[in-house]
């Protein structure tokens, strides 16, 4: 216990003011954080208790009522009555009239059977579409990667096919690398990207380059899977259910009524991958109407959003967004006894949620408002597609123009303790700034080479489809990803709190600095 007078404290703490400037944080914020109450916070949100905190279920709820009531006690306020930003979910059933039929060149036409021929996606639309059909290759739209399957090709109002996977996706030097976690190689990426090149519908079919089965899945609606349980249904975000097309996947017998045989299809692949150069195309004479139909039923849940308000009058009405996801994956049902069901996720993401609770302390406890108003946000439904911070760009609380940038957290408790992922660097020269600045307290070893995958894998993807400036803070993959073997008692506790060190501090000088980020498109910018 220090046995200095408290005059001493508080002119020592007026000099570090004076002395420093608004970039440099109080030493009462770096004080508060601290690794054992980290590691409370953690095994409360990762404990069997949790069930794994599926969106949505009761135990996610409890999570948020947790973190709701820590932003209480920091004096964080709600933005409106209460924390919660409560938004809709569907949950979906497959209907009886799902129809897919394919007119060839020449007038050839064929109806397909469902379940053997064609079989819609979890992400399918409740309508019908027709259109002339479009080759769109992997239907990847990377132009930050220099690889664009749509830059010669207009896909609206047309039904795209489209290849699964990635270019290259078995050689480790492209971007596309199976084995990396690249979002453009997902199904849902696809189709996202479909919808936003105004495309009407789309048929995905398995590569057949690197695949010998290319039996149409799609997803495994129970109704016609009688071995599925009934509630194995997907679940999707109300917001968007307008924006959805119909999304089905076909196999052989498509690829050889398009394209003449497997053989032809399997060289217009290859002829891609080796020249990692997109061959999309009209193909002549080819129409597609698909039908599929769902029924909805609602389900909620919420974000939690608390904020402190700026103290300097012109820039308090811009903010900068915290955030993190609270959500995993659940449990796994019918698990014999004795044996563990539950996947915690204590890394993804209770260590970013937890995260962004300490930013938060290290706020609170400034002794000051920044001059930017600085907004703090666990999301639910991130595993499930990016739903809470999709839902939160499409009604944002504080208006998304005035969003200079958002820091997001997410899986920052494994790996070595002085190595960090960070992506976005490109995304704003000035916030970049600051990140380096900042971590010349800190001193990580910053790799920022996956600034190409701005567009997807968390909560960050969304802003950045806004044209707001992110940083994301990432630890890295390992083994217990997405398993029950992500547990607390793996967590590297001080690196969470050297991690959330340092997007504070990034945070702070991003806060407080009279210059705004400015954002950089990366997809319209020269990335050779």
Not at 373 to 385: M, N, R
Not at 472 to 479: L, P, Q, R
Request: glycine share 8%; hydrophobic share 40%.
């Amino acid at each position: 216990m220090s046995t200095r007078p408290a005059s001493f404290l508080a002119c020592l703490c007026i000099f570090g003011f004076l002395n420093f400037g608004s970039d440099a944080p109080p030493q009462s914020s770096l004080q508060a954080i601290d690794p054992l109450e980290i590691e409370q916070h953690l095994r409360f949100l990762a404990a069997d208790s949790m069930l794994g905190r599926n969106t949505p279920s009761p135990e996610l709820e409890e999570a948020a009522e947790y973190i709701a009531r820590y932003f209480s006690s920091l004096g964080i306020k709600p933005v409106r009555d209460n924390y919660l930003q409560t938004f809709a979910l569907n949950q979906i059933f497959l209907g009886d009239s799902n129809a897919c039929q394919i007119i060839a060149a020449g007038g050839l036409k064929r109806d397909y059977a469902i379940k053997k021929e064609f079989m819609p996606y979890e992400m399918t639309a409740n309508k019908t579409a027709a259109g002339e059909i479009v080759f769109a290759g992997y239907g990847i739209s990377a132009p930050e990667l220099n690889y664009d399957d749509y830059k010669d090709i207009d896909a609206r109002g047309k039904i795209v096919f489209v290849l699964k996977r990635g270019p290259r996706q078995k050689d480790t030097a492209s971007p596309f690398f199976a084995q990396k976690d690249v979002s453009f190689n997902r199904v849902d990426e696809k189709i996202k990207t479909a919808i936003e090149k105004g495309a009407a519908g789309i048929l995905l079919v398995t590569d057949p380059l690197h695949n010998r089965m290319l039996t149409p899945r799609g997803f495994p609606w129970p109704n016609l899977y009688k071995g599925f349980p009934p509630e194995a249904v997907p679940v999707t975000l109300a917001k968007t259910e307008m924006d959805k097309i119909p999304a089905v996947q076909v196999g052989e017998e498509a690829i050889e009524q398009l394209f003449g045989s497997v053989a032809a299809l399997k060289k217009l692949q290859h002829d891609i991958d080796s020249t990692m150069t997109p061959r999309s195309f009209k193909i002549d004479g080819a129409y597609a109407t698909l039908q599929t139909q769902t029924r909805q039923k609602v389900m909620y849940t919420s974000n939690v959003i608390g904020w402190i308000e700026g103290a300097d009058a012109k820039l308090k009405e811009e903010v900068v967004v915290i955030g993190g996801h609270y959500d995993h994956v659940g449990y796994r049902k019918n698990t014999p006894a004795g044996q563990d069901s539950v996947f915690n996720g204590a890394d993804d993401n209770a260590s970013g949620t937890v995260g962004m609770m300490t930013v938060a302390k290290a706020f609170a406890t400034a002794g000051k408002a920044p001059k930017r108003s600085v907004v703090f946000i666990a999301f639910a439904g991130e595993e499930k597609g990016l739903f809470g911070s999709t839902h939160y760009v499409a009604d944002p609380l504080f208006p998304l123009e005035k969003t200079v940038a958002m820091l997001n957290l997410d899986m920052i408790g494994r790996n070595h303790i002085d190595s960090l992922s960070i992506t976005g660097t490109r995304s704003s020269k000035e916030l970049a700034q600051h990140l380096f600045k900042a971590n010349k307290d800190v001193g990580f070893k910053l790799d920022t080479s996956n600034d190409k995958y701005l567009r997807g894998g968390s909560d960050h993807a969304p802003f950045v489809r806004k044209d707001i400036p992110v940083l994301f803070y990432f630890a890295g993959d390992h083994e217990d990803y997405h398993k029950i073997s992500d547990e607390a008692a793996k967590i590297n506790y001080p690196k969470v709190a050297r991690t959330s060190e340092l997007c504070f501090r990034t945070a702070w000088r991003a806060a407080n600095n009279s210059k705004r980020p400015i954002f950089i498109d990366v997809t319209k910018s020269n990335t050779k």
